[in-house]
């Protein structure tokens, strides 16, 4: 009952008149239902093609990406777009939260896009940023939050359709050492609490540690 599997994936990139990059050959790597995954990479070697594949932002040359037990390589877009909106979430380094809109609000959103109604959708927001310590927050827009509070609102964000997978890159990297682990900390919290599945780049080895397993890619 794995979550994701990503098996014998290649990826090259080519560009008329210029060599062939090769990033992917051949990589395989399975995620147990509650597994907590480390990718760790240095620069350049892949770490952002495979999580657009592993997100199916991406299609591989070579290879499957099984989520959930559903072959979803060579499947029409609108198949991939709404596995990517129901099993999905994602964090990145920076938040990419509305500015417009308010911390619950940017929570809701996602999930009325999901067809959730809205009194249930403004709870689940609620409940999310209680649960992160920002309940005081739910009416203030990003520009009047802190880096941190920023970060655990989008980490609300990710969790508010209650996916399967989360894939996270660098997702405190934005943050000062200090706050940065605290927060890290949260997140894996909150991941295990829920127990849902994560692939969670990262170049601190320590917070890497933290987690169930580490893969590398590259040297
Ligand atoms: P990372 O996220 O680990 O830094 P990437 O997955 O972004 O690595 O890129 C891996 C390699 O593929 C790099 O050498 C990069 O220059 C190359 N690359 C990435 N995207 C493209 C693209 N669209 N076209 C050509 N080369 C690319
Ligand atoms: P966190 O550790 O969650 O990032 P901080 O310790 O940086 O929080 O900030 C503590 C409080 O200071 C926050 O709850 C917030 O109210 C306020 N604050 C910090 N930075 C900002 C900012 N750039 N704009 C508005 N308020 C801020």
């Known amino acids: 009952n794995d979550v994701l599997r990503i098996e014998g994936v290649s990826k090259t990139y080519s560009k008329d008149g210029a060599a062939p990059v090769?990033?992917?050959?051949?990589?395989?790597?399975?995620?147990?239902?509650?597994?907590?995954v480390a990718l760790v990479a240095p620069s350049g070697a892949g770490k952002s093609t495979l999580l657009h594949i592993a997100g199916l932002l991406d299609t591989p040359d070579e290879g499957r990406v099984v989520l959930n037990g559903r072959d979803m390589t060579g499947q029409p877009d609108r198949l991939r777009t709404e596995a990517r909106r129901r099993e999905l979430g994602f964090v990145y380094q920076f938040h990419h939260l509305l500015?417009?809109?308010?911390?619950?609000?940017?929570?809701?959103?996602?999930?009325?896009?999901?067809?959730?109604g809205q009194a249930a959708a403004r709870k689940r927001a609620l409940?999310?940023?209680?649960?992160?310590?920002?309940?005081?927050?739910?009416?203030?827009?990003?520009?009047?939050?802190?880096?941190?509070?920023?970060?655990r609102t989008a980490?609300?964000?990710?969790?508010?359709?209650?996916?399967?997978l989360l894939l996270a890159d660098?997702?405190?990297g934005n943050l000062d050492p200090a706050t940065s682990d605290r927060?890290?900390?949260?997140?894996?919290?909150?991941?295990?609490?829920?127990?849902?599945?994560?692939?969670?780049?990262?170049?601190n080895l320590e917070l890497a540690a933290r987690m169930d397993r580490v893969i590398r890619l590259g040297a």
């Open 170 to 172: 660098e997702p405190t």
């Open 155 to 164: 980490f609300c964000r990710a969790l508010a359709n209650e996916p399967a």
């Open 99 to 116: 500015p417009e809109f308010t911390a619950a609000e940017n929570i809701i959103l996602p999930q009325l896009a999901n067809g959730t």
């Open 183 to 203: 927060v890290f900390d949260m997140l894996i919290e909150l991941v295990r609490e829920t127990g849902l599945s994560a692939l969670i780049a990262t170049h």
């Open 22 to 36: 090769p990033v992917l050959k051949d990589f395989r790597l399975s995620i147990a239902k509650g597994e907590v």
């Open 127 to 151: 409940a999310l940023l209680d649960r992160v310590g920002l309940g005081h927050r739910a009416d203030h827009r990003p520009a009047e939050m802190s880096g941190g509070e920023q970060q």
